[in-house]
């Protein structure tokens, strides 16, 4: 029998697998964002993404503000986010950075180590049904395999400056191309992680799923409230990287089934203390 402390473990390795399941590699199971390997059709395309298609507690999901739930029992975001090494790759699916276990964020209590960061195009998650110009997802897991992302919209506006570290590195893995696809990430050196703990100060909360197969739920998602810029140039250098039918990687939203949308909200909770 299969104890939990397993189970969460090859959900984690599965996942992991999928991160590095190349687009210049054909073995394994592909996915994508349209035609016969897209959304619609994930739950079928291998016994192990069966919850992509039965799943109830699902993501991404539109988020209505006045729906949401002001919860006084929620702490700020602790984003524990040092300077530390990072190495970038091709994922086929999205483009993403890869981290040493030296960051971590603490949600209810308990550690996350931060393993990896992603973007998709237009974003997945939607405020009161607008859709953004780009997400991005910092997935965190515990030593057990339970997982917390903290998701950040972007709109088009001024430079990200967290995106200059990586300019060279983007570049270069556009360069190599499918050598660089085959599973050798490009090592980035020391990222500075400052810009990427800033607006905590009001988020959104709700318990979904992976957006992307195996669709894994009970993944505990972080929202920040405040939407941050990046240039279209930007954008466009994230997606260039990617396949075609890749460059437009986000999910259509799904039903909330009856979930409760979270609210922190540092301000509100000031009020209430005087």
Known sequence: ??????????????YACFLVNHACDHDGVRFGYSG???????????????????GISQSPIDIVKDEAVYNPQL????RNYTATNATI??????????YN???????????????????HSPSEHTINGQRFAMELHMVHFTEDGNI??????????????????IKDQL??????????????????????????KQGADRYYRYVGSLSAPPCTENVIWNIL??????????????????????????????????????LYDRSLKIRKML
Not at 2 to 11: H, N, P, R, Y
Not at 36 to 54: A, E
Not at 106 to 119: N, P, R, S
Not at 183 to 193: D, E, K, Q, R, Y
Request: proline letters at 6%; charged letters at 20%.
């Open 36 to 54: 016969s390997i897209g959304p619609n059709y994930w739950g079928r395309l291998s016994p192990n993404f069966t919850l992509c298609s039965k």
């Open 148 to 165: 917390t992302v903290v998701a950040v919209l972007y709109r088009y506006g001024k430079p990200d400056p967290f995106l200059f570290q």
């Open 101 to 119: 276990d030296t960051a971590e964020t603490v949600v209810g209590g308990i550690k996350y180590k931060l393993k990896q960061l992603h973007w």
């Open 89 to 98: 790759v091709d994922n086929v699916f999205n483009i993403a950075l890869r």
């Open 225 to 262: 409230a405040e939407v941050r810029e990046m240039t279209k140039e930007q954008a466009d250098d994230l997606m260039a990287l990617l396949e075609g039918s890749y460059r437009h990687n986000s999910r259509p939203l799904q039903p909330l089934n009856g979930r409760t949308v979270q």
């Open 1 to 14: 029998m299969v104890t939990a402390k397993k189970s969460a473990f090859c959900i984690v390795l599965l």
């Open 75 to 78: 702490e700020p975001l602790e």
């Open 171 to 196: 570049a270069e893995l556009h360069a190599e191309g499918c050598k660089a696809e085959k599973g050798n990430p490009l090592p980035v050196g020391v990222v500075n992680m400052t810009e990427l």
